[in-house]
């Protein structure tokens, strides 16, 4: 079935650091993405989106990148600190129609050591 | 800043008892969805729901699931007769309804089935 997925489980930075994670999906018809933050024992929260007349967008600290000739997402993170230190996942909106379902990657476990 | 709240915050039932999980989305969203995250799995849409019907649900929402929007504010997940694999995080997310965007999380409630 169509899905999104991640390309990493884990990545593990120094402090200071620039952060890149990726995600793949591939549902053609999907023109919104959101990337949220996951912190133990909370809700996923909201971090950045972008939609598909886009290629990219940029937020305080945060870029994310869209290419949709390979149907790739990307979320950077500059100056990484630790308290970025969490689970990452990317969604995709996948009927362009509000009140339908995010579907979900699995999840990259960001660790940031100082 | 406004925010979807969830009670309980733990619920802990015998497999086969009946449980309601209570959710308060965000007072002018219109949208309101369920979904699940089993422990170190990726978040699962169960169900949309959007003017006291529901728009779209997966496979995983089968009978003995039911949503009920029963008055202005609350917005619950009924689970008939749990299974100890219905033990999961249970995310509750409303979204305002215009385009494809942001749907806002709860905190979610741990569902223990034993």
């Known amino acids: 079935g169509e899905s999104v997925g991640l390309h990493l489980p884990t990545l593990s930075v120094q402090e200071g650091d620039n952060s890149i994670i990726n995600c793949a999906y591939s549902n053609s018809a999907s023109d919104y993405f959101i990337w949220y933050k996951q912190e133990s024992g909370k809700g996923p929260q909201f971090i950045i989106d972008i939609r598909s007349n886009m290629d990219k967008r940029q937020g305080q600290r945060v870029t994310v990148l869209l290419n949709k000739t390979v149907k790739h997402l990307s979320l950077q993170i500059a100056a990484t600190q630790p308290g970025d230190s969490a689970v990452y996942f990317c969604?995709?909106?996948?009927?362009?129609?509000?009140?339908?379902?995010?579907?979900f990657g699995k999840g990259t476990t960001l660790s940031v050591s100082s | 800043e406004p925010e979807v709240t969830q009670t309980p915050s733990h619920q802990v039932t015998q497999m086969g008892q009946e449980v309601i999980l209570r959710c308060v989305p965000i007072?002018?969203?219109?949208?309101f969805y369920w979904y699940r995250q089993i422990l170190g799995q990726k978040v699962e849409f169960l169900v949309s729901?959007?003017?006291?019907?529901?728009?779209?649900k997966s496979e995983i929402f089968d009978d003995q699931f039911s949503v009920e929007r029963p008055d202005g504010s609350n917005f619950t997940l009924k689970i008939r007769s749990t299974k100890l694999e219905d033990s999961a995080m249970y995310f509750c997310?409303?979204?305002?309804?215009?385009?494809?965007?942001?749907?806002?999380f709860g905190p979610g409630t741990r569902l223990t089935v034993l």
């Open positions: 729901f959007y003017n006291n019907e529901i728009s779209e």
């Open positions: 969604a995709e909106n996948a009927l362009n129609q509000a009140g339908t379902a995010l579907i």
């Open positions: 007072s002018n969203h219109l949208y």
């Open positions: 997310a409303s979204s305002e309804n215009l385009g494809p965007n942001e749907q806002f």
